[in-house]
């Protein structure tokens, strides 16, 4: 595993450029595996024979507005257990993140998190031998910067 300088806190800015969402909260989570994207609404489809989603966000934390409805491509469809041990079947795509200077393409699941703080979080696999994360801080990559988005 190579060594890194790159800290995050146990919450950052994020952004998902490819979904319309120039900045979101999400909660740093080192202990869940996999990502997950808050979708109020999720719609998969066919179209020219690619499975596709249709899928709602609202991105600001307790705020039913505004709503950005995007549409990816399905990457999979995976059984994830949430942090209180229940199963969930959910669709998984992959889009790129922008978290400060740096962009990579991450796999995101799609769940309601309405009821939770974040309306992402930001899995062990996503910043894998990336970053290391500091539990005692927040915010320290800044705002994503999305005019520049190469790592």
Wanted: proline share 5%; glycine share 8%.
């Amino acid at each position: 595993m190579p060594h890194t300088t790159h800290v995050l806190g146990w919450r950052e800015w994020v952004g998902l450029p490819e979904l319309g969402i120039d900045r979101l909260k999400c909660k740093v989570d080192t202990g869940a595996r996999s990502s997950a994207l808050h979708a109020y609404f999720v719609e998969p489809f066919s179209e020219n024979g690619r499975a596709r989603v249709r899928f709602g966000i609202h991105p600001l934390q307790r705020r039913s507005k505004p709503e950005i409805v995007c549409v990816a491509d399905v990457l999979d469809e995976r059984m994830v257990s949430d942090s209180g041990g229940h199963r969930e079947n959910r669709i998984v795509i992959a889009t790129p993140i922008v978290l400060g200077a740096s962009s990579w393409a991450v796999e995101i699941t799609l769940t309601d998190r309405d009821t939770m703080r974040f309306r992402m979080l930001l899995g062990r696999t996503a910043i894998n031998c990336r970053y290391v994360v500091d539990p005692s801080a927040s915010y320290l990559a800044g705002k994503p910067q999305l005019s520049n988005t190469s790592s």
